[in-house]
């Protein structure tokens, strides 16, 4: 499987934050903001597809590893955007430096790993 992902490769995504993205909705705290998890999953979706139709036929990648900061409370309507960018490539391994802001600034980083994978092989491996 030859891997043609390289350093740089870089995605950005344009969201609003909705009701349902909010803490109270995730269960992940009391307040109607934007959900720590709601924004990881964003960071986490922009990094894969950044690298999807890098990958040959079969193939994708899973999260192995994600170091997050949340610096920033943002309201539901607000506009959220997100920035991924591929720093290394190591074997299997992809290395991402992400970056979300709202309308006022940056919210929260994130440095992320994610793993390519033979998407039956990996979902078969774990039915044995
Ligand atoms: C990705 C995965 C299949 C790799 O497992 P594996 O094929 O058995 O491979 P290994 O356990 O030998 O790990 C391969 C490499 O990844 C590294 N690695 C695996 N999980 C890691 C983690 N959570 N954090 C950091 N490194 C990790 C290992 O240290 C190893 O590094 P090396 O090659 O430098 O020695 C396994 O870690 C996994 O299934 N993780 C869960 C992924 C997932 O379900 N994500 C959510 C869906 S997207």
Wanted: some cysteine.
């Amino acid at each position: 499987m030859e891997v043609k992902i390289k350093e740089g490769i870089t995605l950005q995504q344009k969201r609003t934050v909705a009701l349902d993205d909010t803490a109270i909705k995730y269960g992940s705290g009391l307040a109607e903001v934007y959900a720590t998890p709601a924004m990881i999953s964003f960071m986490e979706n922009t990094a894969y597809r950044s690298i999807e139709s890098f990958l040959p036929e079969g193939y994708s990648t899973v999260g192995i590893s994600i170091n997050v900061q949340h610096t920033k409370a943002t309201l539901p309507g607000k506009k959220v955007d997100c920035q991924s960018i591929v720093t290394k490539v190591d074997g299997k391994k992809v290395f991402f430096k992400i970056e979300a802001s709202d309308e006022e600034g940056k919210i929260g980083t994130a440095d992320h790993v994610r793993y390519i994978v033979n998407s039956e092989e990996f979902v078969a491996r774990l039915k044995k």
